[in-house]
């Protein structure tokens, strides 16, 4: 190893203690830091929570010169530079939130090298003033956020990501770090071309979260299941709900209020100042509840969401575990808990057949849609089918998602599957979902009779199953693509190629048995208080508690968020250390240098008035 790159590794391991306080890299982390300080272009795949801000952002202060962070959150960019101010790291942001005079002194700034760090909208970056203002500056490296963004058939485009091929041919010797914590092999070999990153090393690390316990439960109720779930496992903490519609969302935020929990609605169609106002108050408070449509979450930094619940399906698998990612980002037990139910998938592929897209999207939407059918429908480890998806095959089951924790009771539902194709078949291929049901269970309404369906030999065939029960079987059945649904003809339900060797008897398929939702049961608020601090003594809970008191204090006093003070590990390992001097404070993770200096006194006072 030569001498310089001995150099840099020195210099980058110091900047990981003294300035973010961290005593070694974690996984992947030192690797990708010393390819980029050595000049090197990356593609970073990692899990949210796994640590990518700090695989540009160290290599930015070894570098001589800014680190330009392309970033498509408006919203959060002054959490980002605050965060990093509140380290001693100098940083900036440059977006329309700005006036002529503030942007005017922060390009003073960058052009003078009085920045480690800037943040930059893509549709800045891509106006001439910014691209000239870069060519006049020293520039460290580009890091390009959120890249998935880059993707046409991924779950969260941005046309203007595109253009940022424009940094490869106009910075040619900079580095570029691309960096996300979703993206199949298809998107991923989009970024590759879209953002001219061949000659790129690529970093993949594992898309496991093990702290995160996945469930997805029969809906019946959804919102009074939402409900229960959170009164039962989440009472006083900070969750994230996701709803498909804007409507939904209002009316789900309305309900949770109305029953006493802390709930806050989030969507595009909310008035700016509101919208903006609710997310402030999620990142900078405890315990609240937000509820949205995912215009919410990207790149939100609060590490104690403690639980993420969707009411509604997402649309793919890379959305879901994007979504589901936000929580639990301190490596502390965390839920993502799901109610789905088959007007799901019925209103799913009705908003893929009408949408504007192109056959060729369709079809990739379609395939998307079906994995994450799989998931919810799969008589296995949730965990292991999520990152086979990814690409992460051979996993052993988690023995934390639902499926492993209370195993399903699988059946060979070749006979009920057949019934209801054979039902399907006889109405012609023409009614939807509800009609094909009653004639299947031999209820002999208005519009069976209208049809003279129940004259038909498949009439209650399947008399001896209640409706929840087929409903169950015709998503399942759905899932395995012996189904489909024509939204082009009153979203009735069509056989597929693969129903046929089914119905001949040539091929069996397993089924997962029905089972009634059950009310969960609510903790006792003595179990239930603060449970991810169960293994804090008395003494260290009090320490703990108080410190909690004191960062809300501070935060508010500095204008930013509780985490951007400590994260809740860190207070967790100072309630534990109970350090009696800054010498003893300084060896905690996540306290660096400058926090120490402006909090240590303080902190070391409050511990011992604690301890007497």
């Known amino acids: 190893m030569s001498e310089l790159v001995q150099e840099q590794q020195g210099k980058a391991l110091h900047i990981l203690e003294t300035v973010f306080g961290y005593s070694s890299f974690r996984g992947q982390q030192a690797d990708i830091v010393q390819h980029v300080v050595q000049g090197g272009d990356a593609l970073v795949l990692m899990p949210t929570g796994g640590g990518k801000s700090l695989c540009y952002q160290v290599p930015a202060l070894v570098r001589d010169g800014v680190g330009v962070v392309v970033s ?37 700034r960058v052009r003078s090298g009085d920045i480690d760090l800037l943040y930059v909208a893509p549709e800045r970056l891509m106006t001439p003033r910014c691209l000239e203002l870069l060519e006049a500056a020293h520039i460290a490296l580009f890091a390009i956020d959120e890249a998935h963004c880059v993707s046409q058939w991924g779950h969260d485009f941005r046309p203007e990501y595109i253009k940022l091929s424009v940094l490869h041919e106009r910075f040619p010797n900079v580095p570029r770090i691309a960096l996300t914590a979703t993206a199949d092999q298809q998107t991923r070999e989009e970024i590759i071309h879209r953002l001219q990153l061949e000659d790129a090393r690529q970093f993949v690390s594992s898309f496991d979260r093990p702290n995160i316990r996945y469930q997805i439960v029969e809906k019946a109720n959804g919102r009074k299941q939402l409900l229960d779930f959170i009164e039962s496992e989440h009472a006083d903490d900070a969750g994230v709900v996701y709803c498909l519609s804007r409507k939904k969302v209002e009316e789900t935020a309305e309900f949770l209020k109305q029953s006493g929990i802390n709930a806050l609605p989030y969507h595009a169609g909310m008035d700016y100042a509101k919208r903006t106002a609710n997310q402030a108050r999620f990142l900078r408070e405890d315990k609240i509840v937000m509820v949205a449509t995912i215009a919410f979450g990207m790149g939100i930094d609060k590490p104690d969401v403690r639980f993420v619940a969707h009411l509604d399906l997402p649309k793919s698998i890379e959305g879901y575990y994007q979504e589901t990612g936000r929580a639990g980002r301190d490596g502390l037990p965390a839920n993502a808990w799901m109610a789905y139910g088959l007007q799901d998938v019925v209103q799913q592929r009705r908003m893929i057949s009408e949408s504007e897209a192109d056959e060729t999207f369709k079809r990739v939407l379609g395939v998307k849609l079906d994995a994450m059918l799989g998931l919810c429908e799969t008589l296995h480890c949730r965990r292991v089918r999520l990152l086979d998806y990814f690409g992460q095959h051979g996993q052993q089951a988690c023995g934390n998602c639902d499926i492993c924790l209370t195993p399903p009771v699988s059946f060979d539902g070749t006979l009920m599957a057949q019934k ?14 509800g009609h094909v049901l009653d004639v299947l269970r031999g209820i002999d309404g208005e519009r069976v009779k209208q049809w003279r369906h129940d004259q038909l030999s498949v009439f209650g065939i399947g008399s001896e199953y209640g409706e929840a029960e087929w409903r169950a079987v015709l998503r399942q059945v759905i899932a395995l693509g012996l189904l489909t649904v024509d939204h082009e003809n009153y979203s009735s339900l069509k056989l597929t190629e693969e129903a046929k060797p089914v119905l001949r008897g040539e091929q069996k398929i397993q089924l997962r048995q029905y089972q009634k939702p059950v009310k969960p049961k609510r903790s006792s608020s003595s179990s239930k208080s603060n449970y991810v601090e169960t293994d804090l003594s008395t003494e260290e809970q009090t320490i703990f508690d108080k410190l909690r008191w004191w960062r809300v204090e501070t935060a508010r006093k500095h204008n930013v968020p509780a985490y951007v003070i400590f994260h809740d590990a860190t207070m967790r390992e100072i309630a534990k250390a109970k350090p009696s001097s800054l010498d003893d404070l300084r060896g905690v993770t996540g306290v660096g240098e400058k926090k120490l200096e402006t909090y240590g006194a303080e902190i070391i006072s409050l511990i011992r008035e604690i301890s007497g």
């Open 72 to 108: 498509p959150l408006i919203a959060l960019m002054q959490d980002q530079v605050d965060a990093l101010a509140e380290v001693g790291v100098r940083a900036a942001f440059l977006n329309s939130t700005q006036t002529f005079d503030e942007a005017m002194q922060i390009e003073r």
């Open 420 to 433: 209801l194709l054979s039902t399907v078949y006889r109405v012609e291929q023409r009614f939807a979902a």
